[in-house]
């Protein structure tokens, strides 16, 4: 846990409770067929605003998410309020098994399309922009080589470059989203940030000019988001994977 600067103590109780909050959300997307019904009464959005904003100015939406909390219960519930989300996912190897379930799942019991990250995918991707669709991002994860080197909690972590890229080609609103599970354990709070490609960089530029502060600009609210509630967050993702003699 150096990312976080704690002790032993503290990072195990961290890892242990994220682990119980990863086996939550996994019985909750299982049930999500039945939580359908009910998904306004347990997951409440607040920042409507800023995505509203977003949508209505016709280029698409670029949402940017994490592993934290619940993500797959916050894209159905966004659904459930008439958002037309749209997660990039990269295919898993063991198809039939929990990669069809999980596809299954989000399209029939969350309605959302799915478009894969490789090959064809990126056709889907332009036309789903262009159709004003919202496409989802999980920006957490290690891009090894395809991705930019810029910290995250302070360390060397090579970053996905595709949400800046879109914001760059279409012009496509760049809009923070965060699932939470509240302190009761069963409901949860999504957080829509304000529009994040609207806001300069470090140097005054407009978001997009400068690829690598704009990666730093998504990684600080990342981090923010992780320090804030690191129980939540997926800690086995081997986040500094490839980076790890740099690290070293």
């Not at 002790?7 to 997307?29: L, M, P, W």
């Amino acid at each position: 846990m150096s990312a976080l600067g704690v002790g032993v103590t503290v990072a195990r109780r961290i890892v242990k409770s994220s682990y119980v909050n990863v086996g939550k959300s996994a019985v909750e997307f299982a049930v999500l067929p039945r939580l359908s019904r009910v998904l306004a009464s347990i997951a409440f959005i607040e920042g409507k605003k800023y995505m509203d904003e977003a949508v209505a100015r016709g280029k698409g939406v670029v949402i940017m998410a994490a592993h934290m909390g619940n993500w797959e219960l916050g894209g159905a519930r966004m659904v459930a309020e008439g958002y037309a989300i749209t997660p990039i996912y990269t295919p898993q190897r063991n198809t039939g098994g929990v990669n069809d379930l999980v596809s299954a799942l989000r399209g029939s019991a969350a309605g959302m399309e799915m478009i894969p990250s490789e090959g064809l995918g990126m056709r889907g991707i332009f036309r789903a922009l262009r159709k004003g669709k919202l496409l989802v991002f999980l920006q957490d994860l290690d891009a090894r080589k395809d991705g930019v080197i810029v910290p995250f909690l302070g360390l060397p972590s090579s970053t996905a470059v595709g949400i800046v890229k879109m914001h760059r080609r279409f012009g496509s609103p760049i809009v923070p989203v965060l699932c939470l599970r509240n302190p009761d354990g069963v409901t949860h709070t999504i957080r829509v940030h304000e529009i994040l490609s609207d806001l300069p960089d470090e140097d005054g530029n407009l978001f997009g000019v400068n690829m690598e502060k704009s990666l730093k600009m998504c990684n600080n609210i990342l981090a923010d988001w992780v320090a804030e509630h690191p129980e939540q967050w997926m800690w086995l993702l081997d986040r500094w994977g490839s980076t790890a003699k740099v690290i070293l």
